[in-house]
């Protein structure tokens, strides 16, 4: 650990080290963790809540449906027997049109 220490302030830690650390600030100071390492984990006997718990139910619910009587399918349209698919103009027909995209200043002109 403190090779990693003085190796931050020489100039950093090589790459594959430094894929297996976090940084973090403690107190002002920078501190580098192995991700790989176990955290202890200390708190004081105040701060743990203990929460009731639930008694466990002894069965699950029973799914309930029912059935409309009033649905009625809706017929949808027949498809085509063939594919769409998308044919890209050619330059001649590209330059037949105007493309043009109206910004604010266009539309407060024209108003």
Known sequence: ??????????????????QNMVEICIRGQIRLLDIN?????????SDVK???????????PKPQFRVKQSYNKSVAP???????????????????????DMDEEDYAWLD
Do not use: M
């Open 37 to 45: 390492e176990a955290l202890p984990i200390k708190c004081k006997k």
């Open 78 to 100: 027949k498809r085509a027997a063939n594919y769409f698919r998308y044919i890209e103009k050619s330059c001649e027909e590209l330059d037949q049109e105007i493309e043009y």
């Open 50 to 60: 203990e929460f009731p718990r639930l008694p466990i139910p002894s069965s699950l």
């Open 1 to 18: 650990k403190q090779w990693y220490q003085r190796r931050v302030r020489a100039g950093g830690i090589p790459y594959g080290v430094s």
